[in-house]
């Protein structure tokens, strides 16, 4: 019988990660109703959901168990490049559907029942749909905590991710790019991708930047897209802060 090698490295590793997810915290279930308000949801802002996994919250769930269909739930979310990967709460019953789904278990409170994304401009809806949540949640961000600094432009399609504090960008944002920060947000120049600080629920995060351009800009899981934000500052200097669970533009000589 042949030994292992013993420098032979192993195929992988098992290691913790610290990943931002997004919770739909559904009340009852119904087909035609859920595909038309994710579709809807979707609309507003397009790239802040394609390929993003999803956890099902049912803590709030008041239907029937019997009305319950994960396998619609899922195909409905994929036919959007949305992932589901699991589900948080309910009781057995509904767990034991969930399992059957191959879906994973997540147990209830387990993680910040922070506010749902909400977008803020006039005639956009505030329904309590999609929230993002991280797996480990970090309710403050420390201000010992480093900031992660880039100097290089951020190209459309990259993302730029600070899991443990603020995010600087010494350089533009361009287009379909994406950038994301446990803390806050400074983009030195123009700001055109998307913007996501808190992503953990720090609800006092916020976003820096000289030039507003932004397709989508989100604090704490609350967030406007380009429509709303062309109402105010847009293409000036401006932070955007969280107020009474709103989204608030401020140029930055009157900060």
Same mark, same amino acid.
């Given at each position: 019988?042949?030994?292992? #090698?013993?420098?032979?490295?192993? &195929?992988?590793?098992?290691?913790?990660?610290?990943?931002?997810?997004?919770?739909? +915290?559904?009340?009852?279930?119904? +087909?035609?109703?859920?595909?038309?308000?994710?579709?809807?949801?979707?609309?507003?802002?397009?790239?802040?959901?394609?390929?993003?996994?999803?956890?099902?919250?049912? +803590?709030?769930?008041?239907?029937?168990?019997?009305?319950?269909?994960?396998?619609?739930?899922?195909?409905? &979310?994929?036919?959007?490049?949305?992932? @589901?990967?699991?589900?948080?709460?309910?009781?057995?019953?509904?767990?034991?559907?969930? $399992?059957?789904?191959?879906?994973?278990?997540?147990? #209830?409170?387990?993680?910040?029942?922070?506010?749902?994304?909400?977008?803020?401009?006039?005639?956009?809806?505030?329904?309590?749909? #999609?929230?993002?949540?991280?797996?480990?949640?970090? +309710?403050?961000?420390?201000?010992?905590?480093?900031?992660?600094?880039?100097?290089?432009?951020? $190209?459309?399609?990259?993302?730029?991710?600070?899991?443990?504090?603020?995010?600087?960008?010494?350089?533009? @944002?361009?287009?379909?790019?994406?950038?994301?920060?446990?803390?806050? =947000?400074?983009?030195?120049?123009?700001?055109?991708? %998307?913007?996501?600080?808190?992503?953990?629920?720090?609800?006092?995060? %916020? @976003?820096? &930047?000289?030039?507003?351009?932004?397709?989508?800009?989100?604090?704490?899981?609350?967030?406007?897209?380009?429509?709303?934000?062309?109402?105010?500052?847009?293409?000036?200097?401006?932070? =955007?802060?969280?107020?009474?669970?709103?989204?608030?533009?401020?140029?930055?000589? %009157?900060?």
């Amino acid at each position: 019988m042949s030994e292992t #090698a013993p420098d032979l490295k192993q &195929c992988f590793q098992l290691k913790s990660a610290n990943v931002s997810m997004t919770a739909l +915290e559904l009340y009852f279930y119904d +087909e035609t109703d859920f595909e038309s308000t994710l579709r809807d949801k979707i609309s507003q802002a397009p790239g802040f959901f394609r390929d993003i996994p999803l956890i099902i919250s049912l +803590e709030k769930y008041e239907g029937l168990t019997s009305e319950l269909d994960f396998f619609k739930i899922i195909g409905s &979310c994929r036919r959007h490049n949305i992932h @589901v990967i699991g589900v948080r709460g309910g009781d057995d019953d509904q767990r034991r559907l969930a $399992r059957g789904a191959s879906l994973a278990l997540f147990p #209830a409170g387990s993680q910040r029942n922070g506010p749902a994304p909400q977008a803020d401009g006039p005639g956009q809806p505030a329904t309590s749909t #999609a929230e993002p949540e991280p797996v480990t949640v970090a +309710e403050t961000v420390s201000a010992a905590t480093p900031a992660r600094i880039i100097s290089q432009p951020v $190209r459309s399609g990259q993302q730029v991710y600070a899991p443990e504090g603020d995010l600087i960008i010494l350089a533009p @944002v361009q287009a379909g790019a994406e950038v994301l920060a446990a803390g806050n =947000i400074h983009v030195y120049g123009p700001l055109r991708g %998307r913007a996501l600080a808190g992503i953990h629920g720090a609800e006092s995060a %916020r @976003v820096f &930047c000289q030039s507003l351009e932004a397709e989508l800009v989100s604090i704490a899981g609350h967030y406007k897209i380009s429509e709303d934000l062309q109402d105010n500052g847009w293409k000036s200097a401006v932070q =955007i802060q969280l107020r009474d669970d709103m989204l608030v533009v401020t140029p930055l000589d %009157r900060a």
